[in-house]
């Protein structure tokens, strides 16, 4: 048994034996539990009677907590219920208690129509809804089988859903979780399009010689693996509207060069993945901006703030300190060409000639993604090549993306009179676009346009064209193998309420440590995301609750309300962030390996080193610094210079040991 093996078991252990003695905040699990099972039913049973708002409704609650739930029950009804005549008469009684972990609840909804009554218990949440996501992750760290022990992992949950019953939780985990969650919605069918037109797109683009074209555009500004390396972080910042499409196409476009110049593939992968979610994320027009700001809007008003979620989000930027010295971080190892770490040999080996890493004794992913299906896309023998098969299908797939983006979220139908609007784009815009039915169309759109070209212009056959684009579809189906279980992964962990355990760990003496809560809730963020996959989910459940506290705690320190406002948010995507892009389970993790070639884990491991880098000077440069009083434009160059001083001390120049062996 391998020593990694050894030592993951050890850690597992150390794990099952310490979770269960982790102090849990029970309160907000018990309100949690009533909120998701007991609303929901008396929602159901006041629609379609005669009731419209609850001011016209009676609550009487009893219980633990019964006061703040009485008046959470209120507000929910008040949201949800539809607006019409006010009933004159709706009495809810509810009672519930807590007996070995199981909430009883009991009661009745009556109205002027009839009276319905409600029993069930639920189980509440405990340490137990931890267990698929440790099981995947220990699993993948130490046998680096991703698809293998994802599924286990999943199978685990789905156990656990059915109280120990292994056979309804397999029929589980190929139903509901990866037919009807995955297969079957349409969100993640049109991200599924997307990949596949993207994918299939640049396959005819490559074999008809339009990427090598693009390349020799910038081959006279590249000549060393340094200026390759840089490019690369370029073409990332470049794209910043969306994850998805800087991961696939950066990666796709960039491997052929980052080859040639002897860039590993890990180092593709790791430049890919770092200019994706931290650049989304930052960026001051993209689907992340509208989304994250939907999740704190509602709640500003409540701690006295007037000013506009979006003004408040450009605010947070300053705070943003994971993305930005991420960011950092990728320009000065792209300059300065300096390593450290796994990624230090990784770069070694392949300036001696090998870009791929060879996993268990054979070349793994990478190698297969490189099979016979791939090889049809590389440039065919004797075609012309020209840039313009590849920039035309990639411009088209840009524009479409924006243009429906565009089109989508004009709800208003003010047509070309809002682009000069900024206040309408990113209010009305970018709140109510489609960005995954955008690029789905647009991938399609890429797709044939790039079909068309080659036979256009005679370069390829009907079915030397398909094959090419059909040869990459083929190449990626152990990598969508893994996206779709990600999904299924994120699915079981939100039924068994893993994020809001995870909160609930770290709910308890917030009050008592006010200079902290920056940093507990960025590393919160970030163990709910690495242990999810999802940074989106983790943003949702976090962001609503964070303004409130945030804007209490903030009142008793030198930062007042809205300095500990802007910093709590900015800690939460950014802790949000950061699990997101190192977590193995991650869906733009996935996808990096997979347009950079490069084989899952390999990135994983190799980029893990220079992300806990970046949190390193975050934490201690960044959150704890600026929650004692330091000034934010004190501590962004301070950060860099500790970058700068990380990469000239830790960091070495592959080039320069090339004689080394790896």
């Not at 696939?248 to 790791?270: F, K």
Request: aromatic share 8%; proline share 4%; charged share 15%.
């Amino acid at each position: 048994m391998r020593k990694s093996t050894i030592i993951v078991a050890v850690l597992g252990l150390v794990a099952l034996v310490l979770l269960p003695r982790v102090p849990v905040d029970g309160d907000y699990l018990l309100r949690h539990t009533l909120e998701e099972e007991m609303f929901p039913e008396v929602l159901s049973h006041l629609n379609g009677q005669e009731v419209a708002a609850n001011s016209a409704i009676s609550i009487n609650v009893e219980g633990p907590l019964a006061h703040e739930i009485r008046y959470d029950l209120q507000d929910f009804l008040l949201t949800n219920l539809p607006q019409g005549d006010i009933a004159k008469n709706a009495i809810i009684t509810l009672a519930w208690s807590i007996d070995d972990g199981i909430v009883d609840i009991q009661g009745s909804v009556r109205t002027l129509n009839l009276e319905t009554f409600i029993r069930q218990q639920q189980h509440l949440l405990s340490w137990i809804s931890l267990l698929p996501p440790l099981i995947a992750i220990l699993l993948a760290f130490a046998f680096r089988r991703t698809l293998i022990c994802l599924f286990v992992g999943i199978w685990a949950g789905a156990t656990l859903l059915f109280h120990g019953n292994v056979a309804k939780g397999l029929v589980w985990v190929a139903y509901e979780g990866i037919l009807r969650h995955a297969l079957l919605d349409q969100f993640r069918i049109e991200i599924l399009v997307f990949i596949f037109g993207l994918v299939g797109a640049v396959g005819i683009m490559s074999r008809m010689g339009g990427v090598a074209g693009m390349l020799r555009l910038v081959e006279g500004a590249v000549r060393s693996a340094r200026s390759a390396q840089f490019f690369t972080a370029v073409m990332g910042l470049l794209i910043f509207f969306d994850d998805y499409a800087n991961t696939i196409l950066v990666g796709t476009t960039m491997r052929p060069l980052s080859d040639r110049w002897r860039v590993s593939r890990e180092r593709l992968a790791y430049l890919v993945d770092s200019t994706a979610a931290p650049v989304a994320g930052l960026s001051v027009l993209s689907t992340w901006v509208a989304y994250e700001m939907s999740l704190y809007a509602d709640q500003l008003p409540m701690i006295g703030v007037e000013q506009d979620a979006y003004i408040i989000f450009l605010r947070t930027i300053p705070f943003r300190f994971y993305s930005i010295f991420t960011l950092l971080l990728v320009m000065i190892g792209a300059v300065t060409g300096r390593s450290f770490g796994p990624m230090l040999k990784a770069e070694r080996r392949a300036r001696a000639g090998a870009v791929s890493p060879v996993v268990n004794g054979d070349r793994g992913v990478a190698e297969r993604m490189a099979s016979t299906a791939l090889k049809r896309t590389s440039h065919k023998p004797g075609v012309p090549a020209r840039w313009w098969n590849a920039v035309l299908p990639l411009g088209l797939i840009i524009g479409v993306t924006l243009c429906l983006m565009f089109s989508f979220g004009d709800v208003e139908q003010r047509g070309l009179d809002a682009l000069g609007d900024v206040e309408y784009l990113r209010s009305v815009v970018l709140s109510n676009t489609n960005s995954t039915r955008a690029l789905a169309w647009a991938a399609v759109s890429g797709f044939l346009l790039a079909l068309f070209l080659a036979r256009g212009q005679r370069l390829l056959g009907w079915g030397e064209a398909l094959a090419a684009g059909v040869g990459n579809f083929r190449a990626m189906l152990e990598a969508i193998g893994i996206l779709i279980l990600a999904w299924v992964m994120g699915h079981i962990c939100d039924l068994l309420g893993t994020s809001h355990v995870l909160i609930a760990m770290a709910n308890g003496g917030l009050d008592r440590m006010a200079l902290l809560l920056p940093l507990i809730l960025f590393l919160t963020g970030a163990a709910v995301s690495f242990a999810t996959g999802s940074s989106w989910s983790t943003m949702a459940i976090l962001l609503p609750n964070v303004v409130l506290l945030a804007g209490r705690i903030g009142e008793a320190t030198t930062l007042g309300t809205e300095g500990m406002l802007l910093l709590a948010i900015g800690a939460v995507l950014e802790g949000s962030i950061f699990g997101d892009h190192c977590s193995p389970i991650s869906d733009t993790t996935i996808l990096s390996s997979v347009a950079s070639g490069c084989p899952h884990m390999a990135h994983v491991k190799t980029q893990i080193p220079i992300a806990l880098a970046a949190l390193f000077v975050a934490v201690f440069v960044g959150y704890l610094p600026v929650a004692l009083g330091v000034p934010v434009w004190l501590i962004l160059p301070t950060g860099a210079i500790v970058l700068l001083l990380i990469i000239r001390l830790l960091g070495r120049c592959p080039e320069d040991e090339s004689r080394m062996s790896v």
